[in-house]
Every structure is written in structure tokens, then in C-alpha cells.
């Protein structure tokens, strides 16, 4: 069992930037991709970005593509989030999750198997 815990999330103003934090522990002698979705009020969870089980790839939404960037710290069992330019809309509860079907993760969340309790962004304008 891998439990997730996410952190970093907090209320920033619109243009300013946070870094989400998602720390794995448990059973993690091996890493797997490590996805970000987000769920805003009376929305359906969206997906972000995921990065590759090395680190090597990552894939992101377009919605924040150019301002978004995920890393992973192995060592540590660890991937970020870097959030710049943030927007009003971008405001959520965001969550980590793994999936281990697959060594560079999908955007669908039904492939993720462990997800976290999610840590809250708002962005005020």
C-alpha cells in the first residue's frame, strides 16, 4: 500500500505562483507515473499532468501547458508541481495520484489506482 500525501496548495493572487508537493510513502520500492488532476465546485475532476515513472516524459492539459511544470524527485519519493501565472480558473482542489498500469500515465483517471486527500488552490483576481 502507497499512501500519497499532497501539500503546498494555499491562496495566491491571479499572475502569482504556488508549488504542490506529493509525497509518497509506504510501499514505494518502486515509482510509478505520477499524475495531477484537479476538481473544481459542481465540476468534474480534470486531468493536469502526469510524469513518466523515470521522470523522462510528462504530458500536460493544454489548459495549463506553458505555465505548469511537473518533476519528480525519486530520492525522495516526491513529484511537484510548479504552478506559474496562475489564473482564477485554475483554482481547485488538486490531487496526486499513481498509476500503475502504465510507465508514462494517461490523462484518464480511471487508469490511476491511489489517489490523495488533495490540497486546495484559490487564485483570487
Known amino acids: 500500500q502507497v499512501q500519497l500525501l499532497e501539500s503546498g496548495g494555499g491562496l495566491v493572487q491571479a499572475g502569482g505562483s504556488l508549488r504542490l508537493s506529493c509525497a509518497a510513502s509506504g510501499r514505494t520500492s518502486r515509482t510509478y507515473a505520477t499524475g495531477w488532476f484537479r476538481q473544481a465546485p459542481g465540476q468534474e475532476r480534470e486531468f493536469v499532468a502526469v510524469i513518466s515513472w523515470q521522470g523522462r516524459s510528462a504530458l500536460y492539459a493544454d489548459s495549463v501547458k506553458g505555465r505548469f511544470t511537473i518533476s519528480r524527485d525519486s530520492a525522495q519519493n516526491t513529484v511537484y508541481l510548479q504552478m506559474n501565472m496562475l489564473k482564477p480558473e485554475d483554482s481547485a482542489v488538486y490531487y496526486c495520484?499513481?498509476?500503475?498500469?502504465?510507465?508514462?500515465?494517461?490523462?484518464?483517471?480511471?487508469?490511476?489506482?491511489?489517489w490523495g486527500q488533495g490540497t486546495q488552490v484559490t487564485v483570487s483576481s
Open positions: 495520484a499513481l498509476d500503475r498500469r502504465s510507465l508514462y500515465g494517461t490523462n484518464d483517471s480511471g487508469q490511476y489506482t491511489d
